[in-house]
């Protein structure tokens, strides 16, 4: 069974910094292609980053271009997402996702190409 557990968010102010981290187990972690998404208040669920399952490739969408960074430790089994410059519209619910089995995409950007999902970590910027 596929967990994973998301931390790190919280109340920071505009202009902050933040890393989120997603552990996760029950899967050969390297062989995925793992993402971020976020969800904020009366809004559907956003792409926010994807790295490849090697690292070596990444896609961003284009609103956190130069402020977040996605990264990921296959030995640790964990994928992180470094947000600099926070500001009040990247408020929202985080989620860390994993690509569906099987899945040929080097860097899936949609919803639909993740079979695995967290629970999710709230993060909130402050004007």
């Known amino acids: 069974q596929v967990q994973l557990v998301e931390s790190g968010g919280g109340l920071v102010q505009a202009g902050d910094s933040l890393t989120l981290s997603c552990a996760a187990s029950?899967?050969?972690?390297?062989?995925?292609?793992m993402g971020w998404f976020r969800q904020a208040p009366g809004k559907e669920r956003e792409f926010v980053a994807v790295v490849s399952r090697s690292a070596s490739n990444t896609y961003y969408v284009d609103s956190v271009k130069g402020r977040f960074t996605i990264s990921r430790d296959n030995a640790k089994n964990t994928v992180y997402l470094q947000m600099n410059s926070l500001k009040p519209e990247d408020t929202a619910v985080y989620y860390c996702?994993?690509?569906?089995?099987?899945?040929?995409?080097?860097?899936?950007?949609?919803?639909?190409?993740?079979?695995?999902w967290g629970q999710g970590t709230q993060v909130t910027v402050s004007s």
């Open positions: 996702a994993a690509a569906a089995k099987g899945l040929m995409l080097i860097t899936p950007n949609e919803p639909k190409h993740f079979g695995s």
């Open positions: 029950g899967l050969t972690f390297s062989t995925y292609p």
